[in-house]
């Protein structure tokens, strides 16, 4: 991989999700889920191409320069050099065709229960909806080809997958699908301490419960 300085000159549709992009990372600072500049996202900006994060960008403090153009196989086409976890990414465009958005943060509680081995219950009708299931994968090196694996094998059957002692990773077909999910998450994570903590070992949202729109 080569990093180049060159600024790209986006397609107006790559610019406007790269926009819903830079909106996201705003609100995922201003609601605590991001702390300083860990955590990266991206956006599929065609079909063999992804836009991430330069290395080292904070969250609230993103503009459309700070973007690495990658294609599927790791190429990179353009912008600064990209996240160290941009594998990751990569991975997880490659094991889902469906998704347009990968967020990747290391929320507080929902990376502690997964590192201590404790199940995320999904208790409210918005975690059944947002967030359906939780994949957990183990620790590996931050950035290495096996955690990109591990968790996009866990992407397959998985919106959102927690890497133990490190972060999560969310997907979505939109920028705004993948934050409420990871907003949701999050959410989860904390009525379950919650739950625990007052000695509940079980309730979750009632299995098979039907959704109405
Ligand atoms: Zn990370």
Same mark, same amino acid.
């Given at each position: 991989?080569?990093?180049?300085?060159?600024?790209?000159?986006?397609?107006?549709?790559?610019?406007? @999700?790269?926009?819903? +992009?830079? /909106?996201?990372?705003?609100?995922?600072?201003?609601?605590? @889920?991001? +702390?300083?500049? /860990?955590?990266?996202?991206?956006?599929?900006?065609?079909?063999?191409?992804?836009?991430?994060?330069?290395?080292?960008?904070?969250?609230?403090?993103?503009?459309?320069?700070?973007?690495?153009?990658?294609?599927?196989?790791?190429?990179? +086409?353009?912008?600064?050099?990209?996240?160290?976890?941009?594998?990751?990414?990569?991975?997880?465009?490659?094991?889902?065709?469906?998704?347009?958005?990968?967020?990747?943060?290391?929320?507080?509680? /929902?990376?502690?229960?997964?590192? @201590?081995?404790?199940?995320?219950? @999904?208790?409210?009708?918005?975690?059944?909806?947002?967030?359906?299931?939780?994949?957990?994968?183990?620790?590996?090196?931050?950035?290495?080809?096996?955690?990109?694996?591990?968790?996009?094998?866990?992407? /397959?059957?998985?919106?959102?997958?927690?890497?133990?002692?490190?972060?999560?990773?969310?997907?979505?077909?939109?920028?705004?699908?993948?934050?409420?999910?990871?907003?949701?998450?999050?959410?989860?994570?904390?009525?379950?301490?919650?739950?625990?903590?007052?000695?509940?070992?079980?309730?979750?949202?009632?299995?098979?419960?039907?959704?109405?729109?």
């Amino acid at each position: 991989m080569t990093a180049n300085n060159a600024t790209a000159d986006w397609e107006p549709a790559a610019a406007a @999700l790269l926009d819903e +992009l830079i /909106a996201v990372g705003k609100d995922a600072v201003d609601r605590g @889920l991001v +702390l300083a500049s /860990a955590g990266n996202m991206s956006v599929r900006i065609g079909a063999d191409r992804f836009a991430v994060t330069a290395s080292g960008t904070w969250f609230d403090r993103l503009t459309r320069d700070d973007f690495a153009v990658l294609n599927l196989a790791g190429e990179q +086409l353009s912008g600064p050099a990209p996240s160290s976890e941009w594998k990751l990414h990569q991975r997880a465009y490659q094991a889902r065709e469906d998704i347009n958005c990968v967020l990747h943060l290391h929320p507080h509680t /929902a990376t502690l229960l997964a590192s @201590l081995g404790r199940r995320i219950r @999904l208790i409210t009708l918005d975690h059944a909806f947002y967030v359906g299931s939780v994949g957990v994968s183990p620790f590996y090196p931050n950035g290495s080809d096996e955690l990109a694996a591990a968790a996009a094998a866990q992407l /397959a059957e998985h919106n959102c997958v927690i890497m133990q002692h490190h972060g999560c990773s969310v997907v979505a077909d939109t920028a705004q699908m993948a934050f409420r999910r990871a907003m949701n998450l999050e959410d989860a994570a904390k009525m379950t301490l919650s739950a625990l903590t007052i000695g509940d070992e079980t309730t979750e949202f009632p299995a098979g419960a039907a959704f109405h729109a």
